[in-house]
């Protein structure tokens, strides 16, 4: 089975604070996601990659950026975290389609909560 | 764009019965993907159900079956013999391979079973 790994289930950090949500997968999956999940929002997807090194905006990047160094691994990065970005994150991974029916494998999520 | 609609925000069924969840999309592709996630509370995403757009005939696995409308474009999801463990949020979602490997989601269904 797909393993997807949060590095946290639940975290709180202060406002103003550069915070790192790292996320693992152990299926050699070339495409990952990150998303943000609100109550009556869905998921909203922050930023993908496609390949390492390689990234795409989503509909909401402001305020995030990302690291794909290495394949099995996507870091998600609030550069100045603030109130407004205390959510459900979750990241995804998926294998790269030759018809898209590949399912998203998603991890646990992280709580964060900006004080 | 493509647009993923779920309308039903949250819905109820007694344990052994059917429950249908309603899930429209917009676009204007032909060869896509629509699949089912399904989101325990406090748990990890997983997929339930997945449905090929070129296909005619609707997916099934065990309780759960789909009905696909592609001229409609819409997705359904019936739960059969409704149990406690299906409580959830469900999330509809559209793929194509002209997304850039991009997940669209709805915004979920909170579904309620009542013992």
């Known amino acids: 089975d797909v393993k997807v790994t949060q590095s946290s289930r639940y975290l709180v950090k202060r406002t103003g604070e550069k915070v790192f949500l790292e996320c693992v997968q152990d299926?050699?999956?070339?495409?990952m996601f990150w998303y943000r999940q609100d109550p009556g929002l869905g998921l909203r997807l922050i930023y993908f990659?496609?390949?390492?090194?390689?990234?795409e905006k989503g509909d909401i990047p402001e305020g995030y950026s990302v690291s794909r160094e290495k394949k099995e691994r996507f870091s998600l990065i609030l550069e100045s975290a603030s109130t407004n970005q205390t959510s459900m994150y979750l990241c995804?991974?998926?294998?790269?389609?030759?018809?898209?029916?590949?399912?998203?494998?998603f991890g646990d999520g992280t709580r964060l909560s900006i004080l | 764009a493509q647009t993923v609609t779920q309308s039903q925000p949250e819905m109820s069924v007694q344990e052994a019965e059917t429950v249908t969840l309603s899930c429209t999309y917009d676009?204007?592709?032909?060869?896509?993907?629509l699949f089912w996630y399904k989101q325990p509370p406090s748990r990890q995403m997983i997929l339930v159900i997945r449905?090929?757009?070129?296909?005619?005939q609707n997916a099934t696995e065990n309780r759960f079956s789909v009905n696909f409308q592609k001229a409609a474009k819409s997705f359904s999801l019936k739960i059969s013999d409704s149990q406690l463990g299906d409580a959830a949020m469900y999330f509809c979602?559209?793929?194509?391979?002209?997304?850039?490997?991009?997940?669209?989601f709805g915004t979920g269904t909170s579904l309620t079973v009542i013992p």
């Open positions: 995804a991974s998926s294998s790269y389609p030759r018809g898209a029916r590949q399912p998203q494998h």
């Open positions: 299926m050699d999956h070339e495409n």
């Open positions: 990659s496609y390949d390492v090194k390689m990234k």
């Open positions: 676009t204007s592709e032909s060869d896509y993907y």
């Open positions: 449905q090929e757009a070129y296909k005619q």
């Open positions: 979602a559209y793929r194509t391979h002209n997304t850039g490997n991009q997940f669209y």
